[in-house]
């Protein structure tokens, strides 16, 4: 499965970070994820449009893609803000089906279901601010031995 993203430019993360403050130890606030597929094409307009934040251990800001707020997977248009690694996210945020067995703290995937359906959604905003990127960013995973799979991140040439 390949999943492509795209990277924010320093002056446009640094920016942001400026006006959105992290709430929470890791600060991952890099790169918007596009979806799956082979077209790989930079979109004309790209939008922060709101932020959301659980209040428990994850930040996300809401943002438009040409228009759109979700992806051809159905999943929202997003960039992971921050998010803390040692508290524990709720079952119903979790991605995997059937739903998880053990307890997982917070990474960047639980800001999918953050999200979904705007119930975390904690402003948004009266301006929209425009996002720059600077390259595409690929992802796929790629099976190293049978049945172990490892994932490998890399620029994409465009």
């Not at 921050?82 to 979790?94: G, N, Q, R, T």
């Not at 089906?97 to 999200?115: C, V």
């Not at 402003?123 to 490892?150: A, N």
Request: net charge positive; proline share 9%; with cysteine.
């Amino acid at each position: 499965m390949d999943r492509w993203s795209l990277k924010l430019t320093p002056e446009c993360r640094a920016e942001l970070l400026n006006i959105f403050p992290p709430k929470y130890p890791l600060v991952a606030a890099d790169h918007i994820t596009m979806g799956t597929g082979s077209s790989r094409e930079i979109p004309g307009e790209m939008l922060v449009i709101g932020v959301a934040d659980d209040g428990k251990g994850i930040q996300a800001l809401v943002l438009e893609v040409n228009g759109h707020r979700y992806r051809p997977d159905q999943n929202p248009y997003h960039i992971t803000w921050s998010y803390d690694p040692d508290k524990i996210a709720p079952a119903w945020m979790d991605l995997k089906l059937p739903p998880k067995q053990k307890a997982m703290g917070y990474r960047p995937m639980h800001s999918n279901k953050l999200i979904a359906g705007d119930h975390f959604v904690s402003s948004w905003l009266l301006t929209p601010i425009k996002i720059e990127v600077m390259s595409i960013m690929g992802k796929k995973w790629v099976e190293e031995s049978p049945g172990w799979y490892t994932l490998k991140r890399g620029i994409v040439p465009s």
